[in-house]
């Protein structure tokens, strides 16, 4: 790497994080946040990293999407038989991070994880595009394969399987929701004056500090 890395940096120009306009409720706070980002943020404004740790205590993270906020908590979908699917059947504890580098702002999310029902996989299976659901049932996430050909093949297979059929929802396929106890609001501010409020959970309540960037 032959890049000036320590010359790559900006001065972070926005609105401030004041404790008065944030509220107690950081569920509130986050739906604003995520509304603002899908209006400003046209590339994948619902992406977060799901970071989640395996049996020897080694972290891994990986981009997924968002795909519902309820008043239980977070939830995406996968392979539960992929690496982070056996990683949070061993350790269900997890993290989630959402970055908007165009607002200058990061949410930071953590908590449990558990299954949502299969009910609620299944109707959002249903809704997924043809392709999306093909390829669920193709692709034995995170196992190792000789080539792209491979994949191509499968999935051709499963074309043919179910041509002028509806594709059945994969038993090994489906959501995770992450309840949270802590998420923190992180605001880029300029000359690195950076806000950050965190709301901790106690009991059924929210407390709200600040930190010092």
């Not at 109707?123 to 659901?133: H, L, T, W």
């Not at 043919?160 to 802590?182: H, I, M, R, S, T």
């Amino acid at each position: 790497m032959n890049r000036d890395l320590h010359s790559i940096r900006r001065d972070y120009q926005f609105d401030d994080l004041l404790e008065d306009t944030a509220g107690l409720d950081p569920l509130a706070l986050f739906d604003t946040w995520l509304d603002k980002a899908i209006d400003s943020c046209p590339d994948d404004p619902t992406a977060m990293v799901l970071s989640s740790v395996d049996a020897d205590g080694q972290p891994h993270s990986r981009v997924v999407l968002l795909k519902q906020r309820n008043e239980a908590g977070f939830s995406f979908f996968t392979n539960y038989d992929s690496e982070k699917g056996q990683q949070l059947a061993l350790n269900n504890k997890a993290s989630m991070t959402f970055f908007w580098p165009a607002l200058s702002r990061q949410i930071r999310i953590e908590g449990r994880i558990e299954k949502v029902s299969r009910e609620v996989s299944t109707s959002y299976f249903a809704s997924r595009p043809r392709a999306s659901q093909l390829a669920a049932r193709t692709s034995k996430q995170s196992a190792e394969i000789a080539s792209r050909d491979v994949l191509k093949e499968a999935f051709e297979q499963q074309e043919q399987a179910f041509v002028d059929q509806e594709v059945p929802c994969p038993d090994n396929w489906g959501g995770y929701l992450l309840k949270p106890n802590f998420i923190e609001f992180w605001q880029g501010r300029p000359s690195r004056l950076h806000d950050r409020l965190c709301y901790t959970q106690k009991e059924h309540n929210w407390i709200r500090t600040r930190k010092a960037p």
